[in-house]
Structure formats: structure tokens, C-alpha cells
């Protein structure tokens, strides 16, 4: 598993820069972000619904994955010197 996400980076980076922000403008995940942080996605009445948060869960994953496979990749560089 630890080598998957330390040689995975270039799809994680790809799935990050097409579905991580798809649609472009803006990008779609930034809204969402920006929606969950100042407070609304929890709001009964402007709430998130359960699709909304199945959105940001899909355009999130490839973002989380590289995040994780930068450290793991810089973990490891370190460990080899």
C-alpha cells in the first residue's frame, strides 16, 4: 500500500488538476471548501445535502491521495540519506 501511494504521485497529481477541480470556473471544489468553512454547510437551512457532501468527497479524494503521497515520497528521501 505504501509503495502504491509513493508511486502513484503522477495520477494522483492528474486526477488532482482534472477531477480534483473540474468544472474550471471557479473551481468547483474551492466553492464547496469555502461553503463548509464559513459555516453554511451545517446550517439547517442552507445546509449541505448528502449529495453535496458526496461532491466534495469526490473532488476531494485526489487531493487528499497526493497530499499523501508528497509526504510519504519526502518521508522516505529523507530516511535514504
Not at 442552507?46 to 461532491?55: I, R
Amino acid at each position: 500500500m505504501k509503495n502504491q501511494l509513493k508511486n502513484n504521485w503522477k495520477l494522483f497529481l492528474l486526477a488532482s488538476l482534472t477531477l480534483g477541480l473540474a468544472p474550471f470556473n471557479p473551481p468547483h471544489i474551492w466553492g464547496k471548501l469555502q461553503w463548509i468553512l464559513g459555516g453554511n454547510a451545517f446550517s439547517p437551512e442552507h445546509g449541505m445535502k448528502s449529495a453535496d457532501w458526496f461532491d466534495v468527497l469526490l473532488h476531494g479524494t485526489p487531493w487528499v491521495l497526493l497530499l499523501i503521497s508528497t509526504i510519504v515520497n519526502i518521508l522516505s528521501y529523507k530516511v535514504k540519506k
